[in-house]
């Protein structure tokens, strides 16, 4: 059995609806749907309160659906992620601001003390 497939038969045997799941595992209901179209994937938490609602152990889920394995978060931590060259300006310009007033200052002071 599959996660996806755990979900439809859980929502089909109880008869919720997405909205009815969502607030019985405490996520959005577009949280569910991209759960049942396979497009995003729940943490740990999440996954315990499914299984208890369906009556099935994790380790069973787990050893059944293995794309669920390899794609499981543990807890809230959210994934890593880098920023380009744009990211890092528009958040950080006023770093680069004062930094560069800074310099428009001391550049002109040390080319008159190496003058004189």
């Not at 439809?8 to 607030?23: G, N, S, Y």
């Not at 577009?30 to 759960?35: D, I, L, M, P, R």
Request: proline share 3%; hydrophobic share 45%.
């Amino acid at each position: 059995m599959t996660f996806i497939t755990l979900l439809q038969d859980l929502r089909k045997d109880q008869d919720w609806t997405v909205k009815d799941l969502a607030e019985e595992v405490g996520v959005a209901s577009h949280t569910v749907t991209a759960w049942e179209r396979g497009a995003q994937f729940p943490t740990i938490d999440q996954l315990l309160t499914v299984c208890e609602l369906a009556g099935i152990e994790l380790s069973t889920l787990l050893q059944e659906d293995v794309t669920l394995r390899q794609q499981i978060t543990i807890g809230d931590k959210p994934t890593v992620t880098h920023m380009n060259g744009w990211q890092f300006l528009g958040s950080y310009w006023w770093i680069i601001l004062a930094i560069g007033g800074y310099l428009s200052w001391l550049v002109p002071y040390f080319i008159r003390v190496l003058n004189h």
